[in-house]
């Protein structure tokens, strides 16, 4: 199994960006659909984006437009590019791997997790 780290978490104000790492090591990322995902204080964890290995992207609603997944299977690295930040997007966001064909969107599809990176946007 892939071991994810992620990393780029921090305080921010609405309207600004953002960039996450998510750094893969004891795998070839390249045979992984990679997502990520995010989950506020009192909520269920949620879909945010995913990544197929060979390069197709999934967006939930509310980052579409956005928020822009990228990997570089070399750098063994998937990012994700957020702008235009908004206060609902506060959460802890999870890297997250998946031994799948396509865009995976359910957790349950993901067989490998990092340990979240806080994302804070202040109004």
């Known amino acids: 199994q892939v071991q994810l780290v992620e990393s780029g978490g921090g305080l921010v104000q609405a309207g600004g960006s953002l960039r996450l790492s998510c750094a893969a090591s004891?795998?070839?990322?390249?045979?992984?659909?990679m997502g990520w995902f995010r989950q506020a204080p009192g909520k269920e964890r949620e879909f945010v984006v995913a990544?197929?290995?060979?390069?197709?992207?999934y967006y939930a609603d509310t980052v579409k437009g956005r928020f822009t997944i990228s990997r570089d299977n070399a750098k063994r690295t998937v990012y994700l590019q957020m702008n235009s930040l908004k206060s609902e997007d506060t959460a802890i966001y999870y890297c997250a791997a998946a031994r799948r064909v396509g865009v995976p969107r359910g957790p349950n599809d993901y067989g490998s997790w990092g340990q979240g990176t806080q994302v804070t946007v202040s109004s």
């Open positions: 990544i197929s290995t060979s390069g197709g992207t």
């Open positions: 004891g795998g070839t990322l390249e045979s992984y659909a």
